[in-house]
């Protein structure tokens, strides 16, 4: 499965910015998706994911309430709404796929992910 991340971007502090995941080759399908950022000289951090069935999404504590991520099977694409950008958000965000069934949780850590995309940068900056 190849993954592709897009829509990021350089925004001002408290803008928005929302993230779409696709698959290239293959599908989504009904996999659990983590979106993940790793900014300079930092490790990489898991921000959110969903679960199979759309019903259970987690959130890192620092994105409570500005992030939202949502699944679109029709599109078959994942998006991360991201509102209330903050410096500290400044990041490469990728997404990730996990095969399995995910009911009521998602995995929470990179190693648990087989398959991720190619990154996108999220600036934000004054």
């Known amino acids: 499965v190849q993954l592709q991340a897009f829509g990021g971007g350089s925004v001002q502090p408290g803008g928005s910015l929302r993230l779409s995941c696709a698959a290239s080759?293959?599908?989504?399908?009904?996999?659990?998706i983590g979106w993940f950022r790793q900014a300079p000289g930092k490790e990489r951090e898991g921000v959110s994911c969903?679960?199979?069935?759309?019903?259970?999404?987690w959130y890192v504590d620092s994105v409570k309430g500005r992030f939202t991520i949502s699944r679109d099977n029709a599109l078959d694409t994942v998006y991360l709404q991201m509102n209330s950008l903050k410096p500290e958000d400044t990041a490469v965000y990728y997404c990730a796929l996990v095969h399995g069934i995910f009911l009521g949780n998602c995995p929470r850590a990179g190693v648990q992910y087989a398959y991720w995309g190619q990154g996108t940068q999220v600036t934000v900056s004054s």
């Open positions: 080759g293959s599908t989504l399908g009904s996999n659990a």
């Open positions: 969903i679960d199979s069935g759309a019903g259970f999404r």
